[in-house]
């Protein structure tokens, strides 16, 4: 199955990919909007994992376009921020699964990746 992710911090992204990788997955890494977008209308993605305190950038939009584009895909959040830390981002994000702290550790959010990837 592969991955999509979009990070702008890149060694935040290559842990991100190397955690997510040791699982056997195709990992894409995109660090801004319209490579996102682009990436999604050329590619068939299950589960994109996203951080939502993107520069230059709106991931809501991003995830508007994967929830349109690809209905059937998965974003799993990630934030710095506490913004969305009430759960609304599930009102705003229809395809949001998860929401994480961007601090989590890379095989913490690895094991979520192979738990939605089961689910699939």
């Known amino acids: ?35 996102a977008i682009r990436m999604l209308q050329t590619h068939d993605y299950k589960l994109m994992v996203m951080n939502l305190d993107l520069q230059g950038a709106s991931a809501l939009a991003i995830a508007d376009y994967a929830s349109y584009r690809h209905p059937e895909l998965r974003i799993i959040f990630l934030s710095a921020s506490g913004v969305f830390s009430d759960g609304s981002i599930f009102q705003h994000a229809a395809n949001a699964c998860a929401y994480l702290p961007a601090s989590t550790p890379p095989s913490d959010l690895a094991a979520m990746v192979e738990h939605y990837r089961s689910a699939a």
Do not use: K, Y
């Not at 290559?14 to 195709?26: E, F, V």
């Open 1 to 35: 199955m592969p991955v999509l992710i979009v990070e702008c911090d890149a060694e935040r992204s290559r842990l991100w990919q190397q955690a997510i990788s040791s699982l056997g997955l195709n990992v894409t890494v995109v660090g801004t909007q319209e490579d």
